[in-house]
């Protein structure tokens, strides 16, 4: 039974140093270990086989085997909850299997007459079954199947202890009125101030030098030609962002936000784009009209997604302020 204990006690351990030592991130790697890749398997086959009905050497693997297999299908359970797959969620839901296939493994052993359960044999009687009670091939494979596990929990571990950079992206957002994504002011009167807040958060895992311009677009496709009517330069914001790495544990905070101000004098339908680029762009003279030149282009790119950007639809009407 020492082998069911010692598996409740080596989750007990990780539990508490995941709550009470959040920042020892070695004791987490080494106990956390076994107990993702080889505990869940290795109660649950205890429970399956509480006997000797399968030699150490079978059980191991299976163990492995098994627990690669549990693990996502309670991830997949833990998706269709309110939970989630969070570290907590998923860390608690496998504390709890291995203590109850640990309980149902200890009580079906129990049930069984002394000399049928399975126990761990010392190291002294491994060595000397696999010499003298193994074929030449049992040997042969039990050697390779060893090493196998050796050498994959190596490669886990490196890939632990050295994690590659995630995906590199930046946020780019406007909002509307009491900082939310809604109550944007799309139908304005012509020189009506009017405002939104643009912001930005830099994961791309190195200082970006942003340039945002925004333009007042009017523009029409037709058999998916895209045709400029009238093109204006609004403004354009320069910002330098340190990189941030993503948080998706805690409450997403902003990392640069600026309210804008704008009023438009031309009556008409427009889009106003928020054009993003990560470098240093020289903008061109505000509320010049600039259709049929070469700046085209950008909007064209933007319209066809080659330039990450936003637009909001604004209807600006004649009257008085």
Known sequence: MRDLATSVVVSTILMMVIFLLPDITFIRIILGLPFILFLPGYVF????????EIDWIERIALSFGLSIAIVP???????YTPFGIRLVPITVSIYIFIILFST????????????????????????MDFISGSSKMDKILSIILVISILVSIG???FILVTPREGESFTELYILGSGGKACNYSTDILVGEESSLIIGLV?????VINYTIEIWLVNYSIVNENISINHLYFMDSISVTLDSIPVDIEGNWT???ERVYNFSINQSGNYKIWFLLFKEPVSPPVEMEEYAGTDYEERIIKAINGEIQSLNLNIHVKEGYL
């Open 73 to 79: 299908l309670i991830g997949l359970g833990l998706n």
């Open 155 to 157: 490669i886990l571990i």
């Open 104 to 127: 149902s493994a200890y009580i079906r052993r129990r049930n069984l007459a002394e000399n049928e359960r399975f126990e761990i044999p010392s190291l002294m009687r491994l060595f």
């Open 202 to 206: 830099n994961h791309e895992h190195k």
């Open 45 to 52: 086959i205890a429970t399956l086989f509480p006997g000797r």
């Open 254 to 256: 902003p990392q640069w």
